[in-house]
Structures are given as structure tokens and as C-alpha cells.
């Protein structure tokens, strides 16, 4: 009964890690789709696409920077509680759910301003700052990670 915590700790910290990673990957290969389809109508512009799709990638390393720092904070501890195990395995869920359904979106709102760049619309920089807009989400569930860090 005294490893439940770290049980539940861990399939927390499992969960925010597999969705973060699984919504970069989905996000990165939406934006990977559509510049390859406008790199059809225009091939000088692959260097902008490119950070463009680069943009979802980072839920993926929000949840594996969260599950390094809880990691390293709960492997020293020779005992965690039932109620801060259970704050980790929420926040740990909530990241893991934020950060995939954010790299989906923001790699939805990039690809359309890449279909834009394609279509000779001069949308980079405008594409850039919308593109941020869900990412605060992620970073917000991120923070909150570290509030739910046991002491």
C-alpha cells in the first residue's frame, strides 16, 4: 500500500509525458503536411514554414521538462503522501491533455498561414504571434506543475 502514491504519481507524470510528446508529433506533422503542399506553389519559402511548424513542438518538451523536474524531486523521497501523489497524477493529466489539444490547435492556425504564404500573402510574421496564443495554455498547465510539486 505505501508504493500507491508513487504508483499514481508516476502513471501522472506517464500520462502528461506520452500526450504532450503524442500532440507535438500530431502538431508538427500538420504543419509538415501543409508546407510540403505549398512548398508546390512556392519552394522559396520552406525556411519560414519551417519555423512555423517547429511552434507545436514545444507542448512536447513542456511535458518532458515537467516530467524531468517531477521525476528528479520524487525519486529522492522515501515517502510520498496519498494527497500529493493524487495533486501530481491531476496536474500531470491536466498537462498531458492541455498540451496535446494545444500543439493540435496551434498546428491547425499555422498550417493556414502557411497555406496563406503559399498563396503569396505576406502573413508570416502575423501567423508567428497568433500562433503563440495557444501555446500560453500549455505554459500556463506547466506552471501550475510546479505548484503541485510535493515539498
Not at 85 to 101: D, P, Q, R
Amino acid at each position: 500500500m505505501e508504493q500507491l502514491p508513487f504508483f499514481l504519481a508516476y502513471t501522472g507524470m506517464g500520462i502528461m509525458l506520452a500526450a504532450a510528446c503524442i500532440g507535438s508529433a500530431f502538431g508538427v506533422t500538420i504543419g509538415g503536411n501543409a508546407t510540403i503542399g505549398a512548398l508546390k506553389k512556392n519552394p522559396d519559402m520552406f525556411g519560414s514554414a519551417m519555423i512555423l511548424c517547429a511552434l507545436p513542438s514545444t507542448q512536447g518538451l513542456y511535458g518532458f521538462a515537467a516530467f524531468f523536474l517531477m521525476l528528479n524531486k520524487i525519486k529522492v523521497m522515501e515517502a510520498l503522501s496519498l494527497n500529493a501523489s493524487l495533486a501530481v497524477l491531476a496536474v500531470g493529466v491536466a498537462l498531458g491533455i492541455v498540451g496535446f489539444y494545444s500543439a493540435i490547435k496551434q498546428a491547425s492556425l499555422v498550417a493556414n498561414g502557411i497555406n496563406e504564404m503559399a498563396n503569396g500573402n505576406d502573413v508570416f510574421g502575423k501567423t508567428l504571434i497568433l500562433g503563440v496564443f495557444p501555446e500560453l495554455y500549455a505554459i500556463l498547465a506547466f506552471a501550475a506543475a510546479f505548484l503541485a510539486l510535493p515539498a
